[in-house]
């Protein structure tokens, strides 16, 4: 199986070619091709991937069909050390050429069959019980969660996110069995805290819909590649696609990350 195929990191991706063989997975990049405008060559990590990169097909543990610009086209391979690579295919014929390839080759260590139905088998699994019976972490089963939900740590657009879960960020100390500890989690954090905050989004709910126009409360999404930015600026390769979103150079201070408690009251 051989197809044109492009390796999404970050904030874009570089077309180039997938090949797969008896034993490996190969990807390599025309020379003289060039990468997605969104992600030049770039110093330290924020770089594209290598020219020709190749992996093992008995390190393959698991296989998940993925969504790249909201099109049901891509694939990630998740390997024993935990690594992983997404390529997005251009068609779904294709992505499920290389799926197929790929599972006709048995690899030896593969732990989990690709599903179409990905909320099913989170249900069969029983995550949700066995972190209820504290043998998943908070973080584990968190991790999961966002695993089975098609997120993933390839494209900032579709980046694992966690929920804000307290509302004390002063405090020295917390009592977890006091509930006025966590926040109010039936409502969407565009609810909580300011008053003029929820009465400005209904206003626009019904502004929208008096113009007859498709209503709704908040016109940005909780999980876009600025908002992975800001959380992790400090971390590279986020760092410096930072740097690449912002023209060349930081953001102002005043609008960067600085505290957990000043985010949450803003």
């Known amino acids: ?30 020379e003289g091709a060039e990468g997605s405008p969104l992600s030049p060559a770039l110093p330290c990590q924020a770089a594209s991937p290598p020219a020709t990169e190749y992996w093992a097909l008995d390190d393959l543990v698991e296989l998940w069909p993925r969504r790249y610009r909201l099109q049901q086209t891509a694939l990630e391979v998740i390997l024993q050390d935990g690594h992983s690579a997404m390529f997005d295919l251009l068609t779904r014929d294709h992505c499920q050429q290389l799926l197929k390839g790929l599972l006709a080759c048995r690899p030896p260590n593969l732990r989990r069959l690709p599903s179409l139905n990905p909320e099913r088998d989170f249900a069969q699994a029983e995550y949700t019980d066995r972190w209820l019976r504290r043998e998943l972490s908070n973080f ?14 390839n494209d900032l657009s579709q980046y694992y996110i966690f929920p ?8 020295e100390e917390l009592d977890l069995q006091d509930p006025r500890v966590y926040r109010d989690l039936a409502a969407p954090m ?5 008053e003029a905050r929820r009465e400005q989004a209904l206003a626009r709910y019904a502004s929208l819909e008096e113009a007859g126009m498709e209503p709704y409360h908040y016109g940005s999404h909780y999980s876009t590649a600025g908002f992975i ?12 696609f930072h740097i690449q979103l912002q023209g060349g150079r930081l953001d102002h201070a005043d609008r960067l990350f600085d505290a957990v408690a000043k985010t949450w009251a803003s």
């Open 1 to 30: 199986v051989q197809l044109v195929a492009r390796r999404v990191t970050g904030m874009g991706a570089t077309e180039g070619h997938l090949q797969l063989t008896g034993d490996c997975l190969w990807w390599w990049v025309d």
């Open 140 to 153: 584990d089963y968190l991790m999961v969660l966002n695993k089975f939900a098609g997120r993933t740590f």
């Open 164 to 171: 804000w879960v307290l509302q004390d960020y002063t405090s």
């Open 190 to 194: 565009g609810w909580i805290g300011k």
């Open 229 to 240: 930015l800001y959380y992790l600026i400090r971390l590279e390769p986020f760092t410096t």
